[in-house]
T-cell receptor
Framework: KAGVTQTPRYLIKTRGQQVTLSCSPISGHRSVSWYQQTPGQGLQFLFEYFSETQRNKGNFPGRFSGRQFSNSRSEMNVSTLELGDSALYLC????????????FGPGTRLTVL | GEDVEQSLFLSVREGDSSVINCTYTDSSSTYLYWYKQEPGAGLQLLTYIFSNMDMKQDQRLTVLLNKKDKHLSLRIADTQTGDSAIYFCAESNNAGNMLTFGGGTRLMVKP
């Protein structure tokens, strides 16, 4: 069974631009969560989607948004990029509608110049 | 709020056992996880334990959970150089699939 895939793997953007990252969950998984990893703040939860609805949201500004499609694929968008948004963005998928084991993708490395 | 803490660094010799420790504060934690991250890679799920268990063994990995002290440990038997990585513990509760991670422990295995 294929794992969680994320595209693109690497991105370079400039301040003020916007970016969209994509995540395809493991087949049959309906929950997709997004995390930001930085050297300073570590791994922080962004949001979780289940059945096309945002179920949980972390403490990030409104510039960070996401959505989930009917096939469970998810995208996250960051508008008006700032230097501090440079990070590894990780997507995780799980099967169930309650707490369940999460499997992570390889991440998208975003660099903001 | 929830807080998960780990020591920053651990160095062991190849063939020895490694023990990585983690403490958490959320008493409503239902699942506790250990993930491994190698340079430039995502997170690999190693093992997990339900909060109503005390111990779980999976090949070279042994997880111990002390609920009273909110302490979790991961023991790696016969540690190999390929085990060198950053290890994260994480907890989740009944609020859905939201993981709270520790800061990670960098394990260095010397030949």
């Amino acid at each position: 069974k294929a794992g969680v895939t994320q595209t693109p793997r690497y991105l370079i953007k400039t301040r003020g631009q916007q970016v969209t990252l994509s995540c395809s969950p493991i087949s049959g998984h309906r929950s997709v969560s997004w995390y930001q990893q930085t050297p300073g703040q570590g791994l922080q939860f962004l949001f979780e989607y289940f059945s096309e609805t945002q179920r949980n949201k972390g403490n990030f500004p409104g510039r960070f948004s996401g959505r989930q499609f009917s096939n469970s694929r998810s995208e996250m968008n960051v508008s008006t990029l700032e230097l501090g948004d440079s990070a590894l963005y990780l997507c995780a998928s799980s099967r169930a509608d309650t707490t369940d084991t999460q499997y992570f993708g390889p991440g998208t490395r975003l660099t903001v110049l | 709020g929830e807080d998960v803490e780990q020591s920053l660094f651990l160095s062991v010799r190849e063939g020895d056992s490694s023990v990585i420790n983690c403490t958490y504060t959320d008493s409503s934690s239902t699942y506790l996880y250990w993930y491994k991250q190698e340079p430039g890679a995502g997170l690999q799920l190693l093992t997990y334990i339900f909060s109503n268990m005390d111990m779980k063994q999976d090949q070279r990995l042994t997880v111990l959970l002390n609920k009273k002290d909110k302490h979790l440990s991961l023991r790696i038997a016969d540690t190999q150089t390929g085990d060198s990585a950053i290890y994260f513990c994480a907890e989740s509760n009944n609020a859905g699939n939201m993981l709270t991670f520790g800061g990670g422990t960098r394990l260095m295995v010397k030949p």
